[in-house]
């Protein structure tokens, strides 16, 4: 009976070492947590200080981008630290090409209707090309990133459609849903 153990033993330690080769899975459930609350706390800010001007709008929303990059980057090197597990591997280096590719093209798209002063479209375009960056890199990493993409999307086509709620659509996005995925990760992979 113990060298079945054994057997058993030996075949999900292969099972592991081949999901650590082929999935990025030092995403941190944390991180996503504290991401959505920025979004919360920076869309409270937003709407409290009536930040209105498409460049002081633009500044906002990129500076909390580039805070909540950090802020999961940092949380993920801390957790793969703890885990013992490789920081920047070929397979964190796959995410993260894969991941920045989607990210920065709409970035670009963002900046030129910010600089044309064409703000509306600017929530939905955030959201849906953060949601396709999530479901093209998600095949290198933890399957429940890829149902996270797919519901950004549809929030910034939800934006898209009703222009009027794109901030609204925003905060849900990036706030709520990282929130709720955030708790899902950390109770799933990390508890």
């Not at 609350?37 to 500044?59: H, P, R």
């Not at 849903?177 to 955030?182: A, N, R, S, V």
Request: proline letters at 1%; glycine letters at 8%.
């Amino acid at each position: 009976m113990s060298q079945e153990k054994e057997h058993l033993q030996a075949i999900q330690d292969i099972k592991t070492m081949m999901e650590r080769s082929t999935k990025f899975s030092s995403i941190s459930g944390k991180a996503g947590i504290v991401v959505g609350m920025l979004a919360v706390i920076v869309f409270a800010a937003i709407k409290w200080f009536d930040v209105t001007t498409v460049a002081s709008l633009f500044v906002v929303m990129v500076g909390t981008l580039m805070i909540a990059l950090s802020i999961g980057l940092y949380l993920s090197i801390a957790k793969a630290k703890k885990e013992g597990a490789a920081i920047f591997d070929t397979t964190a280096k796959r995410f993260l090409v894969q991941f920045f590719i989607p990210l920065f093209v709409g970035g670009i798209l963002c900046l030129i209707f910010a600089c044309q002063t064409q703000i509306g479209y600017i929530p939905a375009m955030m959201l849906i090309f953060y949601g396709f960056a999530l479901v093209h890199a998600s095949k290198f990493s933890l399957d429940t990133i890829k149902n996270l993409g797919y519901l950004e999307i549809v929030a910034g086509l939800f934006a898209a459609a009703f222009t009027q709620y794109g901030m609204w659509c925003w905060v849900i996005g990036f706030g709520v849903l990282h929130i709720i995925y955030g708790f899902i990760i950390y109770t799933k992979y990390e508890k």
